[in-house]
């Protein structure tokens, strides 16, 4: 099974060991791609989610999406219980965190996007957290929404690390050709 995946070597070769063309590889490489592109776009739902819940409370609107975390919504909502007694700067760390967290998230988004795997690890960890949060308060349908999301980063951080080494290897099958100064390839 694992040299079905191509996990087992990165030598380009396909199911029944023959090589590979790098026709092929460069296929399987716009697969991954597309993978590791709909990991990224699920962090960016997160975020949105995330950031439209923030504006919801903030107006005071009982509302919320399920994709969001609960992790920066906390601290909102704890920075503005002690901002009402008087503990500005309590309030203000905590709001600060929280940006830190949509700032964080950005990031990771932005490199996801670039097709590297470890922007998914940090969401994930972080996700997983949260999600531990919704399952302790028992809210089932958060659980059930943080988990399709996590799988789908999951799937992302398999293309991301699938479409590196398919990159590699097609480098590898590719010849190089050197051209001399001064002559026409």
């Known amino acids: 099974m694992i040299q079905s995946l191509g996990l087992a070597n990165d030598k380009p070769t396909d199911v029944d060991g023959g090589p590979r063309t790098p026709v092929e590889i460069a296929g399987e490489v716009q697969d991954y791609s597309a993978k590791a592109a709909t990991g990224a776009k699920w962090i960016f739902v997160i975020l949105s989610s995330t950031a439209v819940n ?5 107006v005071g609107i009982p509302v919320h999406f399920i994709f969001g975390m609960a992790i920066p919504l906390f601290l909102q909502v704890f920075g503005s219980n002690v901002f009402e007694h008087n503990l500005v700067w309590m309030a203000m760390i905590a709001w600060l965190l929280a940006g830190g967290i949509y700032t964080l998230f950005i990031f990771l988004w932005r490199k996801a996007l ?4 470890w922007p998914g690890y940090v969401v994930l960890a972080i996700y997983a957290f949260d999600f531990l949060m ?50 026409a390839a």
Do not use: D
């Open 114 to 117: 670039t097709g590297k795997a």
């Open 134 to 183: 919704y399952l302790r308060h028992k809210n089932w349908l958060e659980v059930a929404c943080h988990l399709v999301a996590m799988w789908f980063i999951v799937n992302g951080v398999i293309g991301a690390t699938m479409l590196h080494r398919r990159v590699q290897a097609l480098r590898a099958s590719v010849p190089t050709v050197a051209i001399e100064p001064g002559r």
């Open 54 to 58: 923030a504006v919801l409370y903030m």
